[in-house]
């Protein structure tokens, strides 16, 4: 929906909530059948001694709390780098902070 405005979606699956395939052909084979648009990258820890660097550097750069669930936790990012947590709430109740940030000149997501 907003991709042509410069959003840019990128998701990486974590077996550590025993939600998740347990590999990645598993993972490219779930979201190829439901036809996922963004960018999904390969399994990795988003918590702990194997967290995924995206993962730390993220949580630095917020409030540096342990992912609870990755289906309730999302970052906004600006094009200056700035990162803003939201923890448990669903993609839609971001909506309208996505349309701000993309209203912005200066920034993107």
Same mark, same amino acid.
């Not at 347990?22 to 967290?51: I, P, Q, R």
């Not at 342990?66 to 709430?89: C, S």
């Not at 839609?92 to 349309?99: A, H, P, S, W």
């Given at each position: 929906?907003?991709s042509?405005?410069?959003l840019?979606?990128?998701?990486?699956?974590?077996?550590?909530?025993?939600?998740?395939?347990?590999?990645n052909s598993?993972?490219?084979?779930?979201?190829?059948?439901?036809?996922?648009?963004?960018?999904?990258?390969?399994?990795? $820890?988003?918590?702990?001694?194997?967290?995924?660097?995206?993962?730390?550097?993220?949580?630095?750069?917020?409030?540096?709390k $342990?992912?609870?669930?990755?289906?309730?936790?999302?970052?906004l990012i $600006?094009?200056?780098?700035?990162?803003?947590?939201? $923890?448990?709430?669903?993609?839609?109740?971001?909506?309208e902070k996505?349309g701000?940030?993309l209203s912005?000149?200066s920034?993107?997501?």
């Amino acid at each position: 929906m907003y991709s042509k405005q410069g959003l840019n979606i990128v998701a990486m699956p974590s077996t550590q909530f025993n939600q998740e395939h347990k590999t990645n052909s598993g993972v490219a084979e779930f979201v190829t059948s439901k036809g996922v648009e963004f960018t999904v990258l390969g399994l990795g $820890d988003v918590n702990g001694a194997n967290e995924h660097p995206l993962y730390t550097a993220l949580k630095e750069r917020s409030s540096q709390k $342990d992912i609870r669930w990755n289906f309730a936790t999302y970052f906004l990012i $600006d094009k200056k780098g700035e990162v803003t947590r939201h $923890d448990g709430v669903s993609p839609m109740e971001l909506e309208e902070k996505i349309g701000a940030l993309l209203s912005q000149e200066s920034c993107a997501l």
